[in-house]
């Protein structure tokens, strides 16, 4: 159970992680 819950976190992270480093490539460069 924890483990889906956690690939659900994931999925929706992901999305939200991508546009902000596109948003700001300054960030994604520190990662």
Not at 2 to 19: A, D, H, M, V, W
Request: hydrophobic share 30%.
């Amino acid at each position: 159970k924890f483990e889906k819950e956690f690939n659900t976190e994931l999925q929706s992270l992901g999305p939200i992680l991508s546009r902000s480093s596109q948003a700001d490539p300054y960030l994604s460069q520190l990662a």
